[in-house]
């Protein structure tokens, strides 16, 4: 997880916010490895993008982020983000949260590169 944020940190400079947040149980994610700006350090699975991620296994890719209903502002920058569920044995361990100062900062590519990405670092 260390290395993943790290690269996609530097490795894109409209990435502004790159981090896990670890499922640790009672419906709550704590802040895993990350890099960038201050990150939440507590998600509730009721709440936000994370927790939509969370509650149904499924990508979100939310080209605007104010237009999201109950959206949690980590950062008062943030315009859009991607969030993608890290799952291993049918188990939702992680969400891999990624923020931009930039609306609309993610494409069906970003999306589908991420999913590769996770994929193969569960292998």
């Known amino acids: 997880m260390a290395t993943i944020t790290c690269e996609l940190f530097h490795g894109f400079k409209r990435f502004h916010c790159v981090g896990f947040y670890r499922n640790v149980g ?3 994610r ?3 490895p ?3 700006g201050h990150g939440c350090l507590v998600i509730p ?3 936000g993008v994370c927790g939509a991620c ?3 296994s499924e ?3 939310v080209p605007d982020f104010d237009a999201f209903p109950d959206h949690i502002a980590c950062a008062s920058s943030t315009r859009s983000e991607i969030v993608l569920p890290v799952i291993s044995k ?3 361990i992680a969400v ?3 923020d931009s100062d930039y609306p609309d900062a993610f494409t069906n590519e970003d999306q589908k590169a991420l999913e590769e990405i996770l994929a193969k670092s569960l292998d």
Do not use: C, M, P, V
């Open 26 to 28: 009672s419906n709550i």
């Open 30 to 32: 704590k802040i895993g």
């Open 34 to 36: 990350y890099q960038g």
């Open 45 to 47: 699975f009721n709440r």
């Open 54 to 56: 969370a509650r149904t």
């Open 59 to 61: 990508t979100q890719l």
């Open 90 to 92: 049918e188990e939702l």
């Open 96 to 98: 891999l949260d990624i």
